[in-house]
């Protein structure tokens, strides 16, 4: 598993201006980093066909707390590859379903051709990493993915390896919580 400095800033909250400026921001004389409206997007509950190159995803549910990350997987489609991360919820340590997915942002940076994607509200994680792993490799479409460690109780991290030219669609799905990522080629970029 490979990490980057960059990577383990923002993990760690020193980040954030490197992710809005890197993901969503126009430079602005006398401040570090100004963010822009048009590249955060809130997700939605159903397929949008908005694609972003560059910016900010934002979704779920700020009260849904001690989620659970079941699983992490992947499928390809016809003009796109799907990325699903299956969640649920918990209630004195025992499963519950959740109508919606905790809190989430989904930052996609072309430059540095990735998907950094956090999950909020306390997540634990309950499923095989090597599995997810070896799965992701078998991938036309995606390159790499990071699973970084937990670093603090409140949020977890991880990062999707984008391939040159392609653009990311983030919304969210219920009964059961998942949060979907559907990648695709821009015209003339290849699988």
């Given at each position: 598993?490979?990490?980057?400095?960059?990577?383990w800033?923002?993990?760690l909250?020193?980040?954030?201006?490197?992710?809005?400026?890197?993901?969503?921001?126009?430079?602005?004389?006398?401040?570090?980093?100004?963010?822009?409206?048009?590249?955060?997007?809130?997700?939605?509950?159903?397929?949008?066909?908005?694609?972003?190159?560059?910016?900010?995803?934002?979704?779920?549910?700020?009260?849904?707390?001690?989620?659970?990350?079941?699983?992490?997987?992947?499928?390809?489609?016809?003009?796109?590859?799907?990325?699903?991360?299956?969640?649920?919820?918990?209630?004195?340590?025992?499963?519950m379903?959740?109508?919606?997915?905790?809190y989430?942002?989904?930052?996609?940076?072309?430059?540095?051709?990735?998907?950094v994607?956090?999950?909020?509200?306390?997540?634990?994680?309950?499923?095989?990493?090597?599995?997810?792993?070896?799965?992701?490799?078998?991938?036309?479409?995606?390159?790499?993915?990071?699973?970084?460690?937990?670093?603090?109780?409140d949020?977890?991290?991880?990062v999707?390896?984008?391939?040159?030219?392609?653009?990311?669609?983030?919304?969210?799905?219920?009964?059961?919580?998942?949060?979907?990522?559907?990648?695709?080629?821009?015209?003339?970029?290849?699988?």
């Amino acid at each position: 598993m490979k990490l980057n400095l960059r990577a383990w800033g923002w993990v760690l909250g020193l980040g954030w201006g490197w992710m809005a400026s890197a993901a969503a921001a126009a430079p602005v004389p006398g401040s570090q980093v100004a963010l822009n409206p048009d590249k955060v997007v809130p997700t939605d509950g159903r397929k949008t066909q908005h694609y972003l190159k560059d910016g900010i995803f934002v979704g779920g549910d700020h009260q849904v707390q001690e989620a659970v990350v079941r699983d992490i997987r992947r499928a390809p489609n016809a003009g796109f590859e799907r990325v699903v991360i299956d969640l649920e919820g918990t209630r004195d340590g025992l499963p519950m379903g959740v109508p919606r997915p905790p809190y989430y942002q989904v930052a996609v940076t072309s430059d540095e051709q990735r998907v950094v994607l956090t999950v909020f509200g306390k997540p634990k994680l309950s499923f095989d990493a090597q599995k997810v792993l070896a799965h992701f490799k078998k991938s036309a479409w995606i390159p790499s993915i990071e699973l970084l460690p937990r670093l603090n109780d409140d949020s977890w991290t991880f990062v999707i390896g984008l391939k040159p030219r392609q653009s990311v669609e983030v919304f969210e799905l219920s009964k059961p919580a998942r949060i979907i990522l559907d990648i695709r080629n821009e015209p003339g970029a290849s699988s």
